[in-house]
Nanobody, 127 residues
């Protein structure tokens, strides 16, 4: 079992920044691809960013590329999402997820590719 806990969400003005953290426990995530997803009210969950186990391959949705950066610290069993130049349309609940098929070199880009999920953290961007 892998437990994932997100933190770092909050209310920020448009143009501002937030850094989300996803702390894992129960098992090391060093060999797993990790993803960040978001879901706004009335919308489907969409992938925002993902990173393979060694950080050498990443994925970004077109809507966030150039503004968001995913990273991981395997020593801390933690994944991060740095979000800059935030826009009101970034408002959503953000979820962290783990793909436990070890040592994949491609980031799964759909929710079905992930086995474990956190509870989410709310990000609200005001205009």
């Amino acid at each position: 079992q892998v437990q994932l806990v997100e933190s770092g969400g909050g209310l920020v003005q448009a143009g501002g920044s937030l850094r989300l953290s996803c702390a894992a426990s129960g098992r090391t995530i060093n060999g797993y691809a990790m993803g960040w997803f978001r879901q706004a009210p009335g919308k489907e969950r969409e992938m925002v960013a993902g990173i393979v186990w060694n950080g050498r391959n990443t994925y970004y949705a077109d809507s966030v590329r150039g503004r968001f950066t995913i990273s991981r610290d395997n020593a801390k069993n933690t994944v991060y999402l740095q979000m800059n130049s935030l826009k009101p349309e970034d408002t959503a609940v953000y979820y962290c997820a783990a793909d436990t098929r070890a040592y994949r070199v491609i980031v799964p880009s759909t929710p079905r590719g992930y086995d474990y999920w956190g509870q989410g953290t709310q990000v609200t961007v005001s205009s």
